[in-house]
């Protein structure tokens, strides 16, 4: 499985990393601040989910303008929008939805809303993030 995030913050983006490999075994993880860097790395990989930064770029449609993008290179990509709002405004939560967003997350993620995400996402549970929510007796 290979997983990318576009986010200028680089603290976010390696702690997010080490989650996700905490989370997953053999996955690809590969951070960008460049949204045309993650385009190149798309086009040669066949990645099954994105982290998209909402706020990326100086420009107020970047998000839109980097979701476009991906969604040509790759139809069937999961994308999940990042962010520091604690919750989206509406007209982003309507064209999230829209568009075909999977989630939205909101800085600081936890290992435990990472894990939900992604659950709820791929409507599979992640075998040890399971075990560890189980009760003991």
């Not at 075994?25 to 994105?50: H, P």
């Not at 939805?97 to 409507?123: A, G, H, M």
């Amino acid at each position: 499985m290979i997983i990318a995030a576009i986010d200028e913050d680089r603290n976010f983006t390696e702690t997010l990393g080490e989650m996700l490999k905490n989370a997953i075994s053999d996955i690809v993880y590969r951070s960008f601040s460049s949204a045309d860097d993650c385009f190149r790395f798309v086009e040669e990989n066949d990645v099954t989910l994105v982290f998209l930064n909402k706020d990326i770029g100086n420009d107020p449609l970047g998000m839109q303008i980097v979701h476009h993008h991906l969604r040509q290179l790759s139809s069937h990509i999961d994308i999940i929008l990042v962010g520091s709002d604690q919750r989206l405004d509406s007209d982003t939560a309507i064209w999230s939805i829209q568009n075909r967003c999977s989630d939205y997350l909101c800085k600081p993620v936890t290992y435990e809303k990472l894990i939900s995400s992604l659950q709820n996402i791929w409507f599979n549970p992640i075998p040890e993030f399971t075990e560890q929510l189980l009760p003991t007796h």
